[in-house]
């Protein structure tokens, strides 16, 4: 399969497993000027971080909005399929969803952008990009073909690049490994000879376990406790390349959206922005408590890939992201010129702030308590 085919094809899993009718599924509620929203998700239920978080902005909403319009959530497989979602909220069989867009990135590859992208941008930095950079007015244009607007409604920071079953020590350790991972990440280690494999989260810990996968990213240390990866792989790989940050969205049909009033769009707007930075403080707490207990009580081995696999993994990215702008698609090269862009801008002064102070703050006192 060459890189293009890939890319069109990511999602075509997700898409067929979503293809439910309407009809299967209650009408949502408009009573009184009441409106229900049901909202499916891709996440096990009330999974650490991503399931919390999906009830997390159905609560804000339904009670910034004194019930005027409540939100109903579904976990992955109460309804539709994890890789579902967005379609069924496109086939009108649910009115909201959430899950993250590199999911469905075969239908449009610009959808990946709205997750994440290799070297790109991390989560503070994805949220300037979406509000005050063009991330919602190209978004906008991009979801309108689908009937949908989404908003950013959580991130997950800077995510681990994964669990290996064997220590990686050069990139010709990666040929042939069986590695599950998702988006644009996906199409790097492809070009470095491994066997991606794309699964929901919720079965990748019986797919290492089994052997059906050697390796595999997920999140970051809170989720993957959760997941209990620890108990199948014990080397560490982090940081990765391919998730600086993951936005998880919130996407509503186009047709409910343009229905509500100005102020209930006013209250979805507000619950999407509050919940991605209450996501951003759960995930910066979490990740830290978690990794004391995966190095301290389950002997972990935490580490970064060696030189030259990250050497090998930078001309991947190069090789394989200017393959996609040059794909020929105008709205595509327009969102990618707009992401990479926004980036090298913000790197000009990041690199005289957060990142030296990061530098300096890791070699400065310990303060111990």
């Known amino acids: 399969m060459d890189r293009r085919s890939f890319l069109k094809g990511s999602a075509a899993a997700g898409a067929a497993a979503a293809a439910v009718a309407a009809s299967n599924f209650p009408a949502p509620a408009i009573a009184q000027g ?10 096990p239920k009330n999974f650490p971080g991503l399931g919390t978080a999906a009830e997390r902005i159905a609560q804000y909403i339904t009670t910034a909005s004194g019930g005027r319009l409540t939100v109903k959530v579904y976990a992955a497989g109460e309804l539709v399929p994890a890789f579902g979602a967005f379609d069924a909220v496109q086939q009108g069989a649910a009115e909201a969803y959430h899950s993250a867009a590199y999911y469905y990135g075969g239908k449009h590859p610009g959808f990946h952008f709205y997750t994440t992208a290799p070297y790109g941008l991390y989560a503070a930095e994805q949220y300037a990009w979406w509000t005050f950079g063009e991330g919602e007015k190209l978004q906008d244009e991009l979801y309108a073909g689908f009937g949908v607007k989404a908003f950013p409604a959580v991130n997950t920071c800077a995510q681990a690049c994964g669990w290996f079953a064997k220590e990686i020590n050069s990139p010709d350790d990666l040929r042939g490994l069986k590695f599950r991972t998702a988006g644009l990440n996906a199409e790097v280690f492809r070009q470095l000879g ?3 494999v794309q699964l929901p989260g919720g079965e990748i810990f019986q797919a290492m376990q089994s052997g059906t996968v050697d390796a595999a990213d997920w999140v970051g240390p809170w989720n993957d406790l959760a997941f209990g990866l620890h108990r199948v792989a014990k080397n560490y790989y982090t940081p990765g390349i391919g998730e600086p940050s993951a936005t998880i969205e919130m996407g509503i049909g186009r ?3 343009d229905a509500l009033p100005d102020d209930l769009k006013a209250i979805v707007r507000q619950a999407s922005a509050a919940c991605y930075q209450d996501g951003v403080a759960e995930f910066i ?22 030189d030259s696999v990250y050497a090998a993994l930078g001309q991947a990215a190069e090789s394989s992201m200017n393959d996609l702008r ?8 327009r969102i990618w010129d707009s992401y990479y862009g926004f980036r090298n801008n913000a790197m000009a002064w990041c690199q ?3 990142q030296p102070y990061l530098n300096v703050r890791a070699a400065g006192p310990k303060f111990s308590v």
């Open 255 to 257: 047709k409910h959206w």
């Open 34 to 43: 009441k409106i229900e929203w049901r909202m499916v998700t891709s996440w």
């Open 326 to 333: 040059n794909n020929g698609d105008d709205l595509l090269k």
């Open 352 to 354: 005289h702030a957060e």
């Open 194 to 196: 491994c066997n991606v």
């Open 285 to 306: 707490t979490r990740n830290s408590a978690a990794l004391n207990t995966l190095v301290n009580e389950h002997g972990v081995k935490v580490a970064p890939f060696p």
